[in-house]
């Protein structure tokens, strides 16, 4: 049997199969990240976040599934490299996998074409970070 074409926009789950393996990833991370954190490693938290999104972008991610995410950890990868404060490198890669983690609690909701059209809680966690940066100029 053909599975049935897709019917309207497709969903997270339609271009992102890899969605609940993603979420349990950064579940984990943070469980580990966030009590680094919380005694003062920061440096280790950041490392932590780091190597998990770098893990799922590398390989835990087909290449052409999952835009919104691999967008999203490419770019908080990003900023939290050119950081070199490690809390507020650990807190770019955190916004980012907590704006991951809200993605597909509606099966059936559409799936964002781009951090731009996440609903605003998630593009509020995606952007924190990335608005204090720009207006610091860098």
Not at 12 to 18: K, Q, T, Y
Not at 102 to 130: H, K, N
Request: proline fraction near 8%; hydrophobic fraction near 40%; include cysteine.
């Amino acid at each position: 049997d053909e599975p049935e074409p897709l019917m309207g926009k497709p969903t997270v789950f339609d271009l992102c199969p890899e969605l609940p393996l993603v979420h349990e990833r950064l579940a984990s991370a943070i469980a580990v990240g966030a009590p680094r954190y919380n005694r003062g490693d920061k440096a280790g938290c950041r490392d932590h976040y780091a190597a998990i999104a770098r893990q799922l972008v590398d390989g835990g991610i087909a290449r052409h599934h999952c835009p919104t995410a691999r967008t999203t950890l490419d770019e908080a990868l990003r900023v939290s490299a050119s950081e070199s404060d490690a809390d507020k490198g650990a807190w770019a890669l955190r916004h980012a996998f907590d704006a991951i983690l809200e993605l597909g609690g509606d099966r059936d909701a559409p799936l964002p074409s781009s951090p731009a059209t996440l609903d605003p809680v998630q593009s509020r966690a995606l952007s924190f970070g990335f608005a204090r940066r720009k207006a610091r100029g860098r």
